[in-house]
């Protein structure tokens, strides 16, 4: 019954490495989501999309970068990872009607 | 700005305690979600609401469109309870969060 599902639980990286975020719903939605949670902070958003090939920078891209070639498929982008961007990470879909969430993915970068 | 505050930031409850956590928000929405998210583990979604009351368990979520409000409410309140449970938003574009309530049931 997994609707939005992100490729990692936890990962640890290195800093500088390129690091690639997975998220791939199953319900066709054409709205899709990127938030990093931290401490105090609570979620925020990175970026999002509309559909294919669209992409909208929310609050705090710098850093980031996603790729949406396929419907069902986003992905956020650390180009070169750095300390400050340890976070948890969460991607989400909606569509009218309804929304869900991915579990989440555990970033470390040492 | 926050489009979404909750309250109360942190609470404490005897294990039996009936609970409610508090929502409010800003911005017009086309339906309101409750998350809820185990220490060290991925956020679940509780219920999505956009109007009236939704029963699930021991959990009820209520909202009031018109004074821009939810409630979580949580009866008989149990140990396996503690966790951080999350007011969002969906404005029909996207998502605005709550930072979350911390709740601990203490045996």
């Known amino acids: 019954d997994v609707k939005v599902t992100q490729s990692s639980r936890y990962l640890v990286k290195r800093t500088g490495e390129k690091v690639f975020l997975e998220c791939v719903q199953d319900?066709?939605?054409?709205?899709m989501f990127w938030y990093r949670q931290d401490p105090g902070l609570g979620l925020r958003l990175i970026y999002f999309s509309y559909d294919v090939k669209m992409k909208e920078k929310g609050d705090i891209p710098e850093g980031y970068s996603v790729s949406r070639e396929k419907k069902e498929r986003f992905s956020l982008i650390l180009e070169s990872a750095s300390t400050n961007q340890t976070s948890m990470y969460l991607c989400?879909?909606?569509?009218?009607?309804?929304?869900?969430f991915g579990q989440g993915t555990r970033l470390t970068v040492v | 700005k926050n489009e979404v505050e909750q309250s109360p930031q942190n609470l404490t409850a005897q294990e039996g305690e009936f609970i409610t956590i508090n929502c409010s928000y800003s911005?017009?929405?086309?339906?309101l979600h409750w998350l809820q998210q185990h220490p060290g583990g991925g956020i679940v979604s509780l219920f999505m609401l956009s109007s009236g009351k939704k029963k699930h368990g021991r959990l009820i979520a209520t909202i009031n469109i018109q004074e821009k409000h939810s409630s979580l409410h949580i009866t008989a309140s149990h140990p396996r309870d503690s966790a951080v449970y999350i007011c969002?938003?969906?404005?029909?574009?996207?998502?605005?969060f709550g930072t979350g309530t911390s709740l601990t049931v203490i045996p």
């Open positions: 969002a938003v969906n404005t029909g574009n996207q998502f605005y």
């Open positions: 319900m066709d939605h054409e709205n």
């Open positions: 989400a879909s909606t569509q009218e009607g309804g929304a869900f």
């Open positions: 911005v017009g929405i086309s339906a």
